[in-house]
């Protein structure tokens, strides 16, 4: 159980473009859902959190309009990376907050903008 | 806010000796200490966690231990194998709101055998 999913894997895209990069939960409901970056041989850094029906919240120094974050349903939170460009290239991923209040993580993301 | 340390940022032990990493953490009001386990290009995996309510936890090969006083827990792994070489992430948060966590900055292991 507590299994959460990314996709996509990988996506490499142009400079300028848009990706979005989905985060299911697929045993569990997440109210809560929170998102990460983490550059090679780094710590995760905490983008923003997602809570269902309701605006993300955002860390500081995160641009809300580059990362457009949305909890669409219990179970499915989404990133959109806008306008993306190389210092966007980054490894991404999402965990999702069980009932118990433990957080399980996705398989990430790696995102490589040309 | 909360600020986790992490300690040793790298560890080499051989096939079958014990393992030991350390975090200190240093808001008192965190009650909640995850640790994860990170192998190359995947997400972290919940390996143990434990709350502010209990000072130790096993789970077969691995345990941990909690000092509240001291502000300062440890994730211990006995019979270390080659497939426990990954990234070791501690993390603190608290009960209360979102639940944020604050991770550690990690502890590259690695078991030759």
């Known amino acids: 159980g507590a299994v959460v999913s990314q996709h996509p894997s990988r996506v490499i895209c142009k400079s300028g473009t848009s990706v979005k990069i989905e985060c299911r939960s697929l045993d569990f409901q997440a109210t809560t859902m929170f998102w990460y970056r983490q550059f090679p041989k780094k710590s995760l850094m905490l983008m923003a959190t997602s809570n269902e029906g309701s605006k993300a919240t955002y860390e500081q120094g995160v641009e809300k309009d580059k990362f457009l974050i949305n909890h669409a349903s219990l179970t499915l939170s989404t990133l959109t990376v806008t306008s993306a460009h190389p210092e966007d290239s980054s490894f991404y991923i999402c965990s999702a907050r069980s009932i118990t209040d433990t957080q399980y993580f996705g398989p990430g993301t790696r995102l490589t903008v040309l | 806010g909360e600020n986790v340390e992490q300690h040793p940022s790298t560890l080499s032990v051989q096939e079958g000796d014990s393992a030991v990493i350390k975090c200190t953490y240093s808001d008192s009001a965190s009650n909640y200490f995850p640790w994860y386990k990170q192998e190359l290009g995947k997400g972290p995996q919940l390996i143990i966690d434990?709350?502010?309510?209990?000072g130790e936890k096993k789970d077969q090969r691995i345990a941990v231990t909690l000092n509240k006083t001291a502000k300062h827990f440890s994730l211990h792994i006995t019979e270390t194998q080659p497939e426990d070489s990954a990234v070791y992430f501690c993390?603190?948060?608290?009960?209360?709101?979102?639940?944020?966590?604050?991770f550690g900055t990690g502890t590259r292991l690695l078991v030759s055998p």
């Open positions: 434990i709350r502010s309510n209990v």
């Open positions: 993390a603190a948060s608290k009960d209360t709101g979102f639940q944020k966590l604050v």
